[in-house]
């Protein structure tokens, strides 16, 4: 981080002036700390950091488009602005430069008396030109990011899946699952939280008969609704006891992600029956 130097001075001997080249030093080093803590809040919360999005560190959001009914903070291009009150229900932010009542004015060695301390403010518009971002682009990060804790859990009993059925596993017993991100009555594992993941899946079962060798059962982890990781699959022909097990790396990228574990029973005459299904479910 930016730092003067100052061992150079000896009181009252040698004195280290304060140019305009020192005072946008201390300007620039500040800037600097607040871009590293900032940009830190933006990756936590699972974001790339981009110098044209408005990032909403304070301040209630009630919608896109009317997104403060009180004062907030905004950091935009590595800086931090103070954000008014949408009161006019505007589409635009601007920059409000308003001279700091009890610093300013302060007079220069000219005796000219200048402002030179500037409270830099986003105020509302509904003016295109001269704006720096549409209200509607202010992506919240106000809100902690929640440490996430692992989910383990089974199930006690899991329907048979007929043949040329398919079943969504139902974990509906629970050894960990401090966030409640499992649903035991759908089997419905919603993370809610930005991130990567290790997904664990145990699963054993057994056909009524042996099927035929072009018919196969498998078992796979599903993410919103669509087959994603492939934990394992089987010919019908092979062994009536079939096992699969598998540990996957799961990426969220959105909140409302929803992951499922999926039987397919492509048999077409014998019933698979769960004998044991198990899920973990972690940060990695």
């Known amino acids: 981080m930016k730092n003067i130097n100052t061992s150079f001075v000896s009181d ?4 280290q002036p304060l140019t305009t080249k020192s005072l ?3 300007q620039s080093a ?3 700390v607040i871009a590293v803590i900032c940009r830190n809040i933006i990756k936590n919360h699972g974001l790339t950091y981009s110098a044209s999005v408005p990032y909403q560190l304070s301040g209630p959001m009630v919608s896109p488009l009317v997104p403060f009914t009180g004062d907030g903070t905004i950091f935009f291009n590595d800086e931090i602005y103070i954000l008014q009150e949408n009161t006019a229900s505007a589409t635009y932010a601007t920059i409000d430069t308003t001279p700091d009542s009890t610093a300013d004015p302060l007079l220069f060695s000219d005796l000219i008396n200048r402002d030179v301390h500037d409270n830099r403010y986003l105020t509302f518009t509904n003016t295109l030109a001269g704006s720096l971002f549409a209200v509607a682009d202010i992506v919240d990060v106000s809100v902690p990011v929640a440490l996430f804790k692992p989910l383990i859990a089974y199930a006690t009993s899991v329907a048979g899946v007929t043949a040329s059925s398919t079943l969504t596993v139902k974990f509906n017993n629970e050894e960990a699952d401090a966030n409640n991100i499992n649903n035991t009555s759908t089997g419905a594992i ?3 939280v930005l991130g990567n993941y290790l997904m664990s899946v145990n699963l054993s079962g057994n056909l009524a008969a042996a099927g035929s060798a072009s018919e196969t059962v498998t078992v ?9 990781k492939l934990v394992g699959q089987f010919r019908a022909d ?3 006891t079939l096992f699969f097990t598998g540990s996957f790396g799961i990426v969220v ?3 409302a992600d929803v992951f499922t574990v999926v039987i397919d029973n492509a048999c077409t005459t014998q019933t698979f029956s769960t004998t044991s299904a198990y899920v973990a479910f972690n940060v990695i």
């Open 12 to 15: 009252p001997s040698i004195q």
């Open 24 to 26: 946008d030093f201390l």
């Open 30 to 32: 500040s800037k600097q």
């Open 190 to 192: 919603t993370p809610a």
């Open 220 to 228: 796979s982890i599903y993410k919103n609704g669509v087959s994603h």
């Open 238 to 240: 092979t062994d009536r």
């Open 253 to 255: 990228g959105n909140i």
